[in-house]
């Protein structure tokens, strides 16, 4: 939000007036911000000049939003990368070693990244196998800010049993608000879309797997839903890991998975009937 106040609201209307700005001013602005950025920057963009503009309305400066049912560019959705297993193993197999396991974390967890690094000692209940999300790191010039997950409210998310050794070694010696991952001080910084560790460990699997698809860290997000649904999960169960507002939202967002689940569903009350009725 404060990348799209610096690069494109406030270019344009930090020295108006909330009450001076046209919607007919606001329509041009999108229609020109359209042919330069992606849907969701303009989307964004706008989000940030409507937000500013309701404070407006709300303390009656303005009658109307001006924003108010403009035309906005259609969200394109990007299609999801999943990987399987063995996938996730011969990844985590390309990196180095301090960067291992928030990879397989990742994976097997879905957290988002920022709800990763945010991780500190205290949240990890080994007794239980449970990690709480309770913390969410943000990249905001640079530094690491923050705040509440996304949906704005902590979360249990079950402890992946085949990784809770390592979860030991990364957290020993550590105080309870040491992050669990890297030197324990400072959050794991992203890695560089162009440079980093994860992009150079996708490239290494990509020479010996052609067809292993070119993921980013939240792709690993993906993974762990459709690994769970794979496993066995109900839309609810994955709803609660990922931490997603409805399992509405769940089945919007992963729909495309649950498409084996409604063949079996099928088959499976075929199979009651004919029990029943032999």
Known sequence: MEAAWRNHVAPKWSTRTVISIRPSEVDDWIADLSKRRKPQTVRRAVFVLSSILAIAQRDGIIASLPTKDLQLPAKVKKPHRYLTHAQVATFVEAIESQNQLIAEHLAYTGHRWGEAVALRVRHMNFLRKRIRVEENAVLVSGTYEFGTPKSGHGRDTPMPPHLVTAYARACEGKSPDDFVFGDGKIPVPYP???????????????????VFPRITPHDLRHTAASLAISAGANVKAVQRMLGHASAAMTLDVYAELFDDDLDAVAAAMSRAREDATA
Not at 192 to 210: E, I, N, R, T, Y
């Open 192 to 210: 560089h879309a162009s440079s980093g560790w994860f992009v150079h460990a996708v490239k290494d699997v990509q020479l010996v797997d052609p």
